[in-house]
């Protein structure tokens, strides 16, 4: 059955099919060559997408969705700009800044590019041309995938079973999450620095500081109210997601007051078409699963691997390098779909902390929706900017790069993904 699954899916993939259906008629014709009957397919796929802890990112993406509707990207800009509007590449700063606390709230890198670009970039483009801005932006999007609650650590965590929590994902991509947002900011120093750009924002003050973070606290205390509750176990993932719609619904309706009920409808229908696709990929990459599962592919895998070596580092390496490959041609949620049952065991056998293995797993896709030629951040982007690839490729490469270094300074020192879940007690 594999290799009639593998070359079909590649077939129609090639052929630009949307992968969950690619997925999808994959796995029927898997299932015919393997004789098997096709009441399977909607059993596993009913059985795989029949999950509460999924449940939780409908319930984050509604959220990020009312809390963009309810107008609180200007307060966090504003907040952002008074804090390091007025040095060298300011404007770029804002952006991480914003970004950063915006990943805090949607955990979704394409949510977070889509708001930052529309209101960021006609203002950064006068100062940095559209190419740098657009670039950086696309940077500080991508800490929504690595800075909790992120949407990609639930699916990971979903696919990989009770190998690895979602709240101890959630902690490991804390310290790195902000060690990358710290770089993006000294890149975009020595880049303006270098460049000469220009100083932007206002003048630093203590008590203009003080007002904005006032402004803004009630949307910098979501993330604390959400994902502390989640690390104290008061709540489930899920229940915590479905908190964060609650307050974000009294934000939008009792402290911005810019929320209206003709905008549920549109916040909800955005959801829920992102939602559907994942579960579309999910409940057909399952029926892939099953019949990989079927032929013992994992186990000739996990023989196959522990041949070619016993090194774990060699082991994770491998790894690394093989989803360096996927993330440029593979949407990331199909990847996580496919490979994650097959690799997260394996690593287990090679004694990997499944914490360290999941982070790095997770920011190597992420970092692979940068790079072309399926980098969905670049092309949002583009579509946003009105520029081409090139063009923006000309000036992500830098942030792309040192992306790639903290993820190969977390295989070396593994501490920085560990430390915090592990102290925590995960």
């Known amino acids: 059955m594999t290799p009639a699954i593998v070359f079909t899916f590649l077939g129609f993939a090639l052929l630009r099919m949307p992968l969950a259906f690619a997925l999808g008629v994959a796995s029927l014709v898997g299932l015919y060559v393997g004789g098997m009957d096709f009441s399977v397919l909607p059993q596993r796929m009913m059985h795989s997408v029949n999950s509460f802890p999924l449940m939780a990112i409908p319930l984050f993406m509604l959220a990020g969705e009312l809390m963009v509707a309810a107008g609180i990207l200007q307060r966090l800009v504003d907040f952002a700009n008074s804090l390091v509007g007025r040095v060298h590449g300011g404007l770029a700063h804002v952006a991480i800044v914003a970004g950063m606390v915006l990943a805090a709230v949607s955990g979704a890198a394409v949510a977070s590019a889509s708001a930052l670009g529309s209101s960021l970039v006609p203002s950064m483009r006068q100062q940095y041309g559209t190419g740098y801005s657009s670039a950086v932006v696309a940077s500080a999007a991508n800490l929504g995938a690595i800075i909790p609650p992120s949407n990609a650590m639930i699916v990971y965590a979903l696919m990989a079973g009770s190998t690895v929590s ?50 803004a606290l009630p949307i910098l205390l979501m993330p604390i109210v959400v994902v502390g509750g989640i690390v104290a176990g008061a709540f489930t993932p899920t229940e915590g997601a479905a908190i964060a719609v609650v307050y974000a619904l009294v934000i939008g309706f009792f402290v911005t007051r810019q929320l209206r ?119 949002v982007m583009c579509g946003i900017s009105r520029i081409s690839l090139n063009e923006l490729m000309k000036s992500a490469w830098p942030f792309i790069a040192f992306q790639y270094a903290m993820l190969f300074a977390c295989i070396a020192f593994p501490g920085l993904v560990t430390w915090l879940p592990r102290a925590l007690g995960y």
């Open 261 to 379: 009920i003709s905008d549920l409808p549109r916040a909800m229908f955005n959801a829920a078409v992102t939602a559907a696709m994942v579960g579309a990929l999910i409940a057909f990459a399952s029926t892939m699963t099953f019949a990989f599962t079927l032929d013992l592919i994992p186990m000739q895998l996990t023989d196959w691997l522990q041949g070619f070596t016993q090194d774990p580092l060699v082991f994770l390496l491998l790894v690394m390098a093989l989803l360096i490959g996927v993330g440029m041609f593979i949407e990331s949620n199909a990847a996580y779909i496919m490979l994650v049952p097959l690799l997260a065991p394996i690593a287990l056998t090679y004694g990997i902390d499944p914490l360290l293995f999941g982070f790095l797993f997770v920011m190597n896709l992420v970092v692979g929706m940068m790079t072309p030629p399926v980098g969905v951040l670049l092309f």
């Open 166 to 215: 979602v709240g101890g994902l959630f902690m490991a991509g804390v310290v790195p999450g902000i060690i990358l947002a710290l770089g993006f900011m000294g890149l975009a120093t020595f880049i303006s620095m270098r460049r000469r750009y220009p100083l932007a924002g206002g003048e630093l003050g203590l008590k203009h500081v003080l007002v904005q973070t006032w402004r």
